[in-house]
């Protein structure tokens, strides 16, 4: 069995004294990235080398060899060290290679429009000719002169733009930190004047044993200093889906919902029998304490302008600590949703979990922040962090499309009336209904039903297929 890895990226806070000195180093890393930034866009050519050649080449342009010889363009900062001066030269690098990645994009996608409105241009001037074929001195005259004069605005409309403001977060290579332990770590700052180790103290979440740390990338967050560690860890089961199927390994199928039950998962075993049903709560707690922070916001903001302010804050807006902390709290739970759906699948040893396949289809720039359901909400990042989660422990999470799985009777595939309460009249379009009744007089909890499904389906496609 080969062995693969995982990197993750754990965020630890740092204790400091000088804030003003992570600020001095990072504005003179900004200012070393935009030199080598600026320089790289007088030679595009030279984008065709590898990244070791071209920091190689960029470095040979200025700094001065070992013969004395001095640069053509020398750097105009002194006592840089060397691998902060890399790893700016790199950020540069990666910067530029992704705007000429972008901007080539774009002059693809301008060629192809063009293509396509001269193709549709001949096919009308065709049809309306008495001539069945074409001179080409009268091509330009049969064709409408904005099939091959673009307007400036249609021509720019969309074009990647440079980057205004150079910015990338440091990455301190080895040689930048030392002293590396479990309570503390020694940085070289530039305090403004001179170049300084400082031990700072951290706190955060311990890491695993027999990993492997990368180097730190630090952010500056306001008053915040988080120390960014991605963390290389052994995962000694590196089959792929197809191979688990193929030696019959039984498996988890989840389904996410928007009720209290935030996930419920069950086992498929070998011959594809439904067992151990397992129900995740939450969600009526998350819901609490959402409406307790979206209550801050109603009282601190006139009329209901609060509930239309769409995700993602933006500095300065109204009330965007709350939406930061309701977001915040929502990934707490979509966190803890899903270790406990890793655990139950490492207790019931299973080798796969099969997570419903969620569209991205909707934009959730026009709706309403409160207008996303749960489901589409918390669902999404449940299934996203059940996927790295799982691969740490030698698991693989892969998702299937859920059809009919909240509409039929996993027993006889029936149809299905869903309602909440024995008093309450079954329908079939009743939407969140947590229970459900077929016409066969199958009864139980909707998110179970669905989660058989979900897992019943997959069997029959993959595993029946395969025996």
Same mark, same amino acid.
């Given at each position: 069995?080969?062995?693969? &890895?995982? *990197? ?14 992570f600020?001095?180093?990072? @504005? ?11 320089l790289?866009e ?10 070791? /050649?071209?920091?190689?080449?960029l ?10 010889t001095? $640069? ?6 002194e ?6 001066? +890399?790893?700016?030269?790199?950020a540069?690098?990666?910067?530029? +290679? @992704? ?6 994009e ?42 091959f ?12 733009? +440079? ?15 030392k002293?590396?332990?479990?309570k ?8 403004g004047?001179? %170049?300084?180790?400082?031990?700072h103290?951290?706190t ?15 952010? *500056?967050?306001k008053?915040?200093?988080? !120390?960014?560690? $991605? ?11 197809k ?10 199928? #989840?389904?996410?919902?928007? @009720?209290?039950?935030l996930?419920?998962?069950?086992t ?10 397992y =129900? ?29 302010i769409?995700?993602?804050?933006? $500095? ?6 709350y939406?930061?902390?309701?977001? +915040? !709290?929502?990934?707490?739970?979509a ?5 406990? *759906? #890793? ?17 991205e289809s909707?934009?959730? #720039?026009?709706?309403p ?16 962090? #059940?996927?790295?989660?799982? %691969? ?17 009777? &996993? ?14 009249n ?7 209904g947590?229970? =459900? ?11 179970l039903?669905?989660?058989? /499904?979900l ?13």
């Amino acid at each position: 069995m080969s062995a693969g &890895y995982v *990197i993750t990226t754990y965020k630890i806070q740092l204790n400091y004294m000088h804030l003003d000195w992570f600020k001095q180093t990072q @504005s003179l890393f900004d200012a070393v990235l935009a030199f080598y930034y600026k320089l790289l866009e007088k030679q595009p050519e030279a984008l065709s080398l590898s990244n070791q /050649n071209l920091l190689r080449h960029l470095e040979l342009q200025t700094i001065k060899q070992r013969d004395g010889t001095p $640069p053509e363009t020398p750097l105009p900062f002194e006592k840089i060290p060397l691998y902060f001066r +890399r790893a700016a030269i790199n950020a540069a690098i990666s910067m530029y +290679r @992704s705007y000429t990645s972008k901007l080539r994009e774009w002059e693809d996608k301008q060629i192809e429009n063009g293509k396509l409105k001269m193709e549709n241009a001949g096919t009308e001037s065709q049809s309306d000719s008495d001539s069945d074929q074409i001179g080409d001195a009268d091509l330009h005259h049969n064709f409408p002169p904005s099939t091959f004069n673009f307007s400036p605005e249609s021509a720019k409309k969309g074009r990647p733009s +440079r980057s205004k403001n150079l910015h990338m977060s440091m990455l301190y290579y080895k040689g930048m930190y030392k002293d590396f332990d479990e309570k503390s770590i020694l940085l070289k700052l530039y305090t403004g004047k001179a %170049w300084a180790w400082v031990k700072h103290r951290y706190t955060g979440r311990p890491f695993p044993e027999n990993a492997e740390l990368m180097s730190p990338t630090i952010v *500056i967050k306001k008053k915040k200093v988080m !120390l960014h560690i $991605p963390v290389k860890e052994i995962v000694e089961d590196s089959r792929t889906a197809k191979e688990r199927v193929q030696q019959n390994e039984k498996f988890v199928a #989840v389904a996410l919902t928007g @009720s209290d039950n935030l996930a419920v998962c069950t086992t498929i075993e070998a011959d594809g029998r439904a067992t151990a049903p397992y =129900f995740i709560k939450g969600g009526k707690e998350l819901a609490h304490r959402r409406k307790l922070l979206l209550g801050y916001t109603k009282r601190r903001t006139v009329g209901n302008d609060a509930l239309v302010i769409p995700q993602g804050a933006q $500095p300065g807006r109204p009330n965007a600590k709350y939406y930061e902390k309701i977001t +915040r !709290l929502t990934d707490h739970y979509a966190h803890e949703v899903s270790r406990k *759906i #890793v655990d139950y699948a490492l207790k019931q040893g299973a080798k796969l979990i099969v997570l419903p396949e969620l569209k991205e289809s909707f934009n959730q #720039v026009k709706k309403p922040y409160l207008g996303k359901t749960p489901y589409d909400f918390i669902g999404r990042r449940i299934a996203r962090y #059940v996927q790295y989660k799982a %691969w740490q422990k030698g698991l693989v999470a892969m998702t299937s499309k859920p059809y009919y799985a909240s509409t039929r009777c &996993y027993h006889c595939d029936a149809p299905i009336a869903k309602h909440n309460t024995e008093y309450q009249n079954p329908s079939a379009n009743f939407y969140g209904g947590k229970n =459900f009744v077929c016409k066969e007089g199958h009864r139980g909890s909707t998110a179970l039903n669905s989660a058989r /499904n979900l897992g019943k389906g997959f069997y029959k496609r993959f595993y029946a297929g395969a025996a």
